[in-house]
């Protein structure tokens, strides 16, 4: 910065603000370290010429002399119990491994949705703490609910990137706003700004197509691969392992620092999809149903220890079917989905333990702390009652649809042989998500009881524990999990990072119990929101919200009638009663009045005030940053790949688009393309002719083919959305004008209000990923024809 000579008044106010910094990092020093470090003293001689001059390197900073690498690994959705080594019959050799040469956790908690419980893995802190009270597709303008974190709460990869590791995340972010996921950023939010990865390779959002993710090298979007490196077809799980190995023998072959790695598969989150080989390595062992299979592994569950011998299994609940009120065509349906589901865990298991195996024939197991969760959450009850071959009905608020609907689409989309490939967003029952959380009630979304907040988690590090397959019953959260890391690798917490002072850590270190199965537990008091179900953990007993809603419903009448201040508590002892069977409310009024006075302090101290603010969307339309944003955009075929909700509004909305083009005979292509076929929109020419495809994520088709041939020349393309009624999902009616002459009508059923896809994106002049039209499919992205397409003009009312 070049100086400036002040006089006067400004003269003074510049020795002010120079005596303050001074005096600010002076405080800071005094409190301790500093991120990022300043530079060491240089210690060479600089002399007049080089035979009176020394050299010498400040260098980079270096970790702690032996400091071990450090190994995250976490799945997605997968039930508590259904890691073989927690009750169930999926096969998770290398999860059981971890757990048989270290020890494993009965109540390692977690938030009740993904991206939040990702965020307070990374920092250490409150979900609330960090903005992450919800996902970051539903983030809405309240500090615990807005995604924004800072420097205050700085993420684990931060630190020790700071400190001289080597750090990489692998597979499903979800951290960073998708609003600010574009191709022209802001990169902030991504994992290698404020997060402090060096590196990251994986996707972005809640979900994606296991076969055709959309990937990202650091901030750049790469082309899916065709094949895995062995040559066969390309799956998420199988090329992400592919990829770690990859980064760790060149971390192996080029550097001497320790590394930290964040694996994070997609599996088992839907759509349930895995290689056809794999499909039917379950084929017949759900034919009993889930109450039999309940019942089996809470059996199971006594025999390892992990529930005691007079427990009983907590009742199911009336909203969820019985297996017997399902014909035998339907159980046929429902047994396959836990079949697949089922080969999904063990698939991505597999992977996990090639770069498990990768490690150890380098030699660098033994040095490496394992941390392995089977879930972010508890198991995902957002299938339907049915399951679904759609699963973002639910999350748009359709209502679910009959076991004879599902069976009708089912065959629509390939039948039970396709049930499992790249094109269905399948999910299972809400009954199968029920049963997977056994010993526990309840499932994802629920943060009131264990259901909801519980992952089956295994720690090995020999150097540290002792211990061989034991379990450790101390009630813990994953706010412990970076206190543990920086006492491990002997790197400190930073008192600042990037000028900002860290807040202090509210979880403690899992060190203390790792070889004293007797130690009481060290984190005492656990608060839980999530989408405004509530529940507290304080010193043996659990205060559980009784449930407003189911949650595979989004109906807006049931949220709105949400009040948390008329919650209903449930209470359980939990010293006695690990599994909460038993509701001792009415026995204990005053231990009930004495932790929901502590909830709502709890709830002030972290900012989850309001209580229910990730409810902020379907109920204040101003919490939707996407319905506040442009209104006019001018797009050119330059602009694609950008996430659904980074583009124009473009569903139950009105809007107008204006295509600008050059045509002659050659002309063909997307013209705009968002979402893919089992729900999404694209405009395009095909065969000379104007083409309009709209899905209703799967469940309505909407297909112009009308005669329209595309005249030569300079062309301007318009079609016209206007909603038929001003409500959800609502009915519409397209137009379309070739040069301001209408050309031709359709009325569309149903629009999609929330998402078209969790995981696709928006294009200009192309279709990247699935396609929205399958005709087009061979044709790949089907660009449109170069030089053609000018521009294309969104303008939403």
Known sequence: MKNKFLVGTGF????????????????????????????????????????????????????????????????????????????????????????????????????????????????????????????????????????????????????????????????????????????????????????????????????????????????TAIETPK?????????????????????????????????????????????????????????????????????????????????????????????????????????????????????????????????????????????????????????????????????????????????????????????????????????YSVAWAYASSTPFQWTKQMASHFGGTMSATAIRYPKAIKAKGEWRRQFQNITDLVPTILEVTGVPAPDYVNGQKRIEYPGRSLTYAWNNADAKTNHPTQYFEMLGFVGLYHEGWTLCGKPYRIPWSVDPAAMANFDPLKTEWELYNIDEDPIQQVNVADQYPEKVKELEKLFWEEAEKYDVYPVGGSLGRPLQPESNPQREAKKHWELTPNVYRVPELAGPEIKSTNYKINAYITADKTTQGVIYAVGEHIGGQALFIKDGKLRYSYSTLGLYWHDFKGNVKIPYGDIKITLKHTMKEPKLNGPSTVELFINDEKVGEMDIKATVYGSYTAHETFDIGRDEGMPVNEEYEHLGKFKFTEGQLHKVVFDIN
């Open 12 to 219: 003074i106010l510049m020795l002010a603000i120079v005596s303050c910094t001074q005096v600010q990092k002076s405080a800071m020093q005094d409190a301790g370290n500093a991120i990022p470090y300043p530079n060491k003293e240089w210690k060479g001689v600089q002399g007049k010429t080089l035979t009176d001059s020394k050299p010498y390197f400040i260098g980079q900073p270096s970790a702690p002399e032996d400091a071990p690498n450090v190994l995250v690994v976490m799945l997605d959705d997968a039930g508590y119990s259904n890691a073989s080594s927690y009750g169930g019959v999926m096969k998770t050799p290398t999860f059981d491994r971890i757990g048989d040469e270290g020890i494993r956790y009965t109540h390692m908690s977690v938030a009740a949705v993904c991206s939040p419980t990702r965020g307070s893995l990374l920092t250490g802190y409150n979900i609330h703490q960090i903005g992450t009270g919800i996902i970051s597709e539903f983030a809405t303008g309240y500090p615990g609910y807005n995604s924004q974190i800072d420097y205050t709460t700085p993420s684990i990869a931060k630190i020790l990137t700071e400190n001289g590791y080597a750090t990489a995340a692998f597979g499903k972010w979800h951290n960073t706003p998708m609003e600010e996921a574009s191709p022209a950023g802001p990169f902030e939010s991504w994992p290698t700004g404020v997060w402090g990865f060096e590196y990251f390779w994986g996707f972005l959002g809640g979900e994606t197509n296991q076969f055709h993710p959309l990937l990202y090298e650091n901030t």
């Open 227 to 427: 094949t895995n490196a062995d040559g066969s077809q390309f799956h998420l799980s199988h090329g992400m392992a592919d990829q770690a190995i990859k980064w760790l023998d060149n971390w192996k072959g080029l550097r001497d620092d320790p590394f930290f790695m964040y694996y994070t598969p997609g599996a088992v989150h839907a759509p349930i999809q895995v290689p056809e080989e794999w499909r039917d390595k379950y084929k017949g062992q759900f034919d009993e149903g889930w109450h039999a299979y309940r019942a089996q592994q809470f059996e199971r569950q006594k025999k390892m220890g992990l529930v005691p011998e007079d427990a009983e299994m907590v009742d199911w609940p009336e909203s969820i079917p019985e297996w017997d009120s399902f014909s035998e065509e339907g159980k046929k349906y429902l047994a396959r989905q836990m079949e697949v589901n089922a080969a999904f865990l063990e698939h991505v298991d597999f992977h996990v333990g090639r770069v498990i195996s990768h490690l150890e024939e380098m030699g660098e197991l033994d040095n490496t702390l394992v941390v392995y969760l089977t879930a972010d959450n508890g198991c995902t009850a957002e299938g339907s009652p049915t399951g679904t071959f759609s699963e973002l009905l639910m999350q748009n608020g359709f209502p679910p649809l009959t076991m004879d609907q599902q069976l009708e689409k089912l065959e629509e989309f390939g039948g039970l042989e396709a049930w499992g490939g790249p094109h269905m967003a399948n999910h």
